[in-house]
T-cell receptor, first 111, second 114 residues
Framework: GESVGLHLPTLSVQEGDNSIINCAYS??????FIWYKQESGKGPQFIID?????DKRQGQRVTVLLNKTVKHLSLQIAATQPGDSAVYFC??????????FGQGTILTVHP | KAGVTQTPRYLIKTRGQQVTLSCSPI?????VSWYQQTPGQGLQFLFE???????NKGNFPGRFSGRQFSNSRSEMNVSTLELGDSALYLC?????????????FGDGTRLSIL
């Protein structure tokens, strides 16, 4: 469904810990998923993507897991750093150029 | 290579006015999508253009419109502005053809309606 954003979930971690951010998506027909990071005053920044024919994809310090059975995505950030503090959004690709975004999760990393 | 560029960064208008926002996509990208971001509704899809044609549209009133030029640059227009139109308007570009490709966002235009 459409994104709602009144009260964003928050996650607070210590520097060096691993972070896991979760997201439920709405459409079982969605075939492409993206994680974005948004810092204050900036637009969403691409982190990593995954296609529906995969269940795991790794990047630099980040891993995305996809569970199509329960329509769930997660983003794992290894050795979290203060610079990782931001709002994280998952997005599912519906059709031509249309992304439907999750509500977002605020990640705060304490030094 | 240069990212997505949106102008202006900030804009203040009054109710009833109209506004035009501009977006220059990443070189080689032919798809441009527009989103509205507000604290209450989050990120919501407005419309998408590819090769000067609107391929997809979100659930916004007809006051919101857009277009794309032959060089893939895009504009969106909002007419008869309302207080509720205050938001961050984001543009994103992608190649738009073939397999799924990620959309890359600009830093948005912050529109405030007085």
């Amino acid at each position: 469904g459409e994104s709602v954003g009144l009260h964003l979930p928050t996650l607070s971690v210590q520097e060096g810990d691993n972070s896991i951010i979760n997201c439920a998506y709405s459409n079982s027909a969605s075939d492409y998923f993206i994680w974005y990071k948004q810092e204050s005053g900036k637009g969403p920044q691409f982190i990593i993507d995954i296609r529906s024919n995969m269940d795991k994809r790794q990047g630099q310090r980040v891993t995305v897991l996809l569970n199509k059975t329960v329509k769930h995505l997660s983003l794992q950030i290894a050795a979290t750093q203060p610079g990782d503090s931001a709002v994280y959004f998952c997005a599912e690709n519906m059709n031509y150029g249309k992304l439907t975004f999750g509500q977002g999760t605020i990640l705060t990393v304490h030094p | 290579k240069a990212g997505v560029t949106q102008t202006p960064r900030y804009l203040i208008k009054t109710r009833g006015q109209q506004v035009t926002l501009s977006c220059s996509p990443i070189s080689g990208h032919r798809s441009v999508s527009w989103y509205q971001q507000t604290p209450g509704q989050g990120l919501q899809f407005l419309f998408e253009y590819f090769s000067e044609t609107q391929r997809n549209k979100g659930n916004f009133p007809g006051r919101f419109s857009g277009r794309q030029f032959s060089n893939s640059r895009s504009e969106m227009n909002v007419s008869t502005l309302e207080l509720g139109d205050s938001a961050l308007y984001l543009c994103a570009s992608s190649r738009g053809t073939g397999d799924n490709q990620p959309q890359h966002f600009g830093d948005g235009t912050r529109l405030s309606i007085l």
